[in-house]
């Protein structure tokens, strides 16, 4: 069954550093999100991409954040300079339509030290 | 801001029992999604409720949307020990994003 796969699984960075976390959405899904979880908490949506732009975003979602497509098969979440509250498990999902069914990845847990 | 509450935060039952897990808001959404959570890993997509009224069943568990697409609620008959988990609704509003709930725990004792 096909299933949106993250990597790393974990990540360790030391604050202000840059970290690029990846994705690999299901093949024939057209729309690609990001939403996070820190511990304890909801889960909540950062982003949403579709034909090579953002189509929404939160207001977590501040200039520290990008997303790209490189090529046609990788979603990336770049965070520029990271903080000590952007340790979360960060979640990548695809849909094949927009905002519904949308399937999620494992995750990548980032811990910002 | 929509926000999603669900209710009870924590469920414990005993294996064979039923139970109904609540979602509700305020607010309209086009679709609600409920997805189980295990620690550690992603939200698993269990089924999407889009028509007001509409009821889906899955096995042992139902869910049913409100009329209004305000609230949801999910069913299960005989709980046996494999269904402990977090159990997450999300609500989908005119944009893409979902808005979740903080979810309910549910733990069956054998």
Known sequence: EPEVTQTPSHQVTQMGQEVILRCVPISNHLYFYWYRQILGQKVEFLVSFYNNEISEKSEIFDDQFSVERPDGSNFTLKIRSTKLEDSAMYFCASSAYLGIEQFFGPGTRLTVL | ?110
Do not use: M
Not at chain 2, 20 to 49: D, I
Not at chain 2, 75 to 103: K, N, V
């Open chain 2, 1 to 110: 801001t929509q926000l999603l509450e669900q209710s009870p935060q924590f469920l414990s039952i005993q294996e064979g029992e039923n139970l109904t897990v609540y979602c509700n808001s305020s607010s309209v959404f086009s679709s609600l999604q409920w997805y189980r959570q295990e620690p550690g890993e992603g939200p698993v997509l269990l089924v999407t409720v889009v028509t007001g009224g509409e009821v889906k069943k899955l096995k042992r568990l139902t869910f049913q949307f409100g009329d209004a697409r305000k609230d949801s609620s999910l069913h299960i008959t005989a709980a046996q020990p494999g269904d402990t988990g977090l159990y997450l609704c999300a609500g989908e509003t005119s944009g893409s994003r979902l808005t979740f709930g903080e979810g309910t725990q549910l733990t069956v004792n054998p």
